[in-house]
T-cell receptor, first 115, second 112 residues
Framework: GAVVSQHPSWVICKSGTSVKIECRSL??????MFWYRQFPKQSLMLMAT?????????EQGVEKDKFLINHASLTLSTLTVTSAHPEDSSFYIC???????????FGPGTRLTVL | LAKTTQPISMDSYEGQEVNITCSHN???????ITWYQQFPSQGPRFIIQ???TKVTNEVASLFIPADRKSSTLSLPRVSLSDTAVYYC?????????????FGSGTRLSIRP
């Protein structure tokens, strides 16, 4: 149990295009999901907290208009990187929070490369 | 949010028991401790979670002293496949505002 999936697992796009990443909790409902970004050899950096049915809460320094988050259901959250640029290339990881026990489970990550 | 401090790296050999200690001096009453394992280009994998004393599952044990200002992840009889980064995290239980902030983690290298 407690499986979180992400799609796609990797994506390559041209600069200026938008990319959508999906995060799904497959066997539990998640009121809250989180989005992280990880650069090589670094730790995970929290970007935003996504709550079902409400606006996401972004961490300081994360542009909400660039990283659009939609948490449309209790099993799906999406992150859209708008007008992507090479500096947005990174490993994006989502997590879904199980209510009981209170535990976060992480997706496998999405490797984004912007050319 | 309670800040966590772990050793940056550790080395050990196959078959040994490895103990990774994490300090979290300002842990709050409602905070719990969770450990994750991460391999390169993968998402973190849940290992174990606890609030106090000792927790054991099929892969690890978690020791938490009475003051809860530190915790120790114990991996019995490690193998090469246990080479990974291990993160100790503290979060507030059952709080809608709770979030996990990752520290630098401990890079564990297992040698034959």
């Amino acid at each position: 149990g407690a499986v979180v999936s992400q799609h796609p697992s990797w994506v390559i796009c041209k600069s200026g295009t938008s990319v959508k990443i999906e995060c799904r909790s497959l066997d539990f409902q998640a009121t809250t999901m989180f989005w992280y970004r990880q650069f090589p050899k670094q730790s995970l950096m929290l970007m935003a907290t996504s709550n079902e049915g409400s606006k996401a809460t972004y961490e300081q320094g994360v542009e909400k208009d660039k990283f659009l988050i939609n948490h449309a259901s209790l099993t799906l959250s999406t992150l859209t990187v708008t007008s992507a640029h090479p500096e947005d290339s990174s490993f994006y990881i989502c997590s879904a929070r199980m209510d009981s026990p209170d535990t976060q489970y992480f997706g496998p990550g999405t490797r984004l490369t912007v050319l | 949010l309670a800040k966590t401090t772990q050793p940056i790296s550790m080395d050990s050999y196959e078959g040994q028991e490895v103990n990774i200690t994490c300090s979290h001096n300002n842990i709050a009453t409602n905070d719990y401790i969770t450990w994750y394992q991460q391999f390169p280009s993968q998402g973190p994998r849940f290992i174990i979670q606890g609030y106090k004393t000792k927790v054991t599952n099929e892969v690890a044990s978690l020791f938490i002293p009475a003051d809860r200002k530190s915790s120790t992840l114990s991996l019995p009889r490690v193998s090469l496949s246990d080479t990974a980064v291990y993160y100790c995290l503290v979060a507030t239980a059952y709080s809608s505002a709770s979030k996990i902030i990752f520290g630098s983690g401990t890079r564990l290298s297992i040698r034959p």
